[in-house]
T-cell receptor, first 111, second 112 residues
């Protein structure tokens, strides 16, 4: 079977740093993606990690440890507009870009 | 930017009706996907396609079918709609994993 676990909710204040964790147990693993979704909006792609380590893109960074079946999304210098749901997703097949999504983490950024 | 267009934003159908949800992408992507999204469950893959006329079952294909006759268009069909198919349906397309999937705005389907 496939299972991904994320915290259901995280709250932080503007300017802070927050880390959203994702642990997975899947039948295959070819990479970990992160998506952001604002209320009423479509998910938007943030990052993809195929190899262990940290990838940085502006205020957002994503980390992967394949040996621990674990990854995280790090958001720095939080802004109000970062309030959204964040989903991790594991690529489970080596063709067709088939991903299994986690249940999502709702991030609330307070002033 | 990837543009993925879903034909309807809101849809209300009766139990037992055959329902068609249409999705079109403009980026010449090989891969297209249909998900449903329910609170607390994230996005669950219904079907995906990695080429014209090719389709693969996702995690929850029961009660659904798909059609991909042209590269840019991927249709989801509910053969006989039921109330437990009330959900948000999201279409996506992608070229490669590191580019991510581009999503449409979604269709909120209510079956009464």
């Amino acid at each position: 079977g496939q299972s991904l676990e994320q915290p259901s909710e995280v709250t932080a204040v503007e300017g802070a740093i927050v880390q959203i964790n994702c642990t997975y147990q899947t039948s295959g693993f070819y990479g970990l993606s992160w998506y952001q979704q604002h209320d009423g909006g479509a998910p938007t792609f943030l990052s993809y990690n195929a190899l262990d380590g940290l990838e940085e893109t502006g205020r957002f960074s994503s980390f992967l440890s394949r040996s621990d079946s674990y990854g995280y999304l790090l958001l720095q210098e939080l802004q109000m507009k970062d309030s959204a749901s964040y989903f991790c997703a594991v690529r489970v097949l080596n063709y067709g870009q088939n991903f299994v999504f986690g249940p999502g983490t709702r991030l609330s950024v307070l002033p | 930017d990837v543009k993925v267009t879903q034909s309807s934003r809101y849809l209300v159908k009766r139990t037992g009706e055959k329902v068609f949800l249409e999705c079109v992408q403009d980026m010449d992507h090989e891969n297209m996907f249909w998900y449903r999204q329910d609170p607390g469950l994230g996005l669950r893959l219904i079907y995906f396609s990695y080429d014209v006329k090719m389709k693969e079952k996702g995690d929850i294909p029961e009660g659904y079918s798909v059609s991909r006759e042209k590269k840019e268009r991927f249709s989801l069909i509910l053969e006989s709609a039921s109330t437990n198919q009330t959900s948000m349906y999201l279409c996506a397309s992608s070229f490669r994993s590191h580019h991510g999937q581009g999503f449409g705005s979604g269709t909120r389907l209510t079956v009464v």
